[in-house]
């Protein structure tokens, strides 16, 4: 079975990082889009960051450029978010999906398999 999980979540107070991992198994995403996306209480998913299946092209929603970088490491089959500057509307559950293609797009419809997230909470 296909299985994306998150990890590395935590509460961290403001101005801090946290670096999460996605772990993917029951087939190789080394060719496909990885991305992160959020979603914070009472409010809808949305895009946080992409990377293609090479790791050399990126794309940031732009709340968070300069903040936030993603990477991969296919021989792991494992996608990363490290997160830093960290402010209390980053609180969100975070996951973890990956889109068949190399193609980078920045809609949940766009994306095939998704983890279960983890939750980042940022205090003040």
């Known amino acids: 079975q296909v299985q994306l999980v998150e990890s590395g979540g935590g509460l961290v107070q403001a101005g801090g990082s946290l670096r999460l991992s996605c772990a993917a198994s029951g087939r190789t995403f080394s060719r496909d889009v990885m991305g992160w996306f959020r979603q914070a209480p009472g409010k809808e998913r949305e895009f946080v960051a992409a990377i293609s299946w090479s790791g050399g092209t990126t794309y940031y929603a732009d709340s968070v450029k300069g903040r936030f970088t993603i990477s991969r490491d296919n021989a792991r089959n494992t996608v990363y978010l490290q997160v830093s500057s960290l402010k209390p509307e980053d609180t969100a559950v975070y996951y973890c999906?990956?889109?068949?293609?190399?193609?980078?797009?920045?809609?949940?419809?766009?994306?095939?398999?998704w983890g279960q997230g983890t939750q980042v909470t940022v205090s003040s």
């Open positions: 999906a990956a889109k068949i293609g190399g193609l980078i797009r920045y809609s949940i419809s766009n994306y095939d398999y």
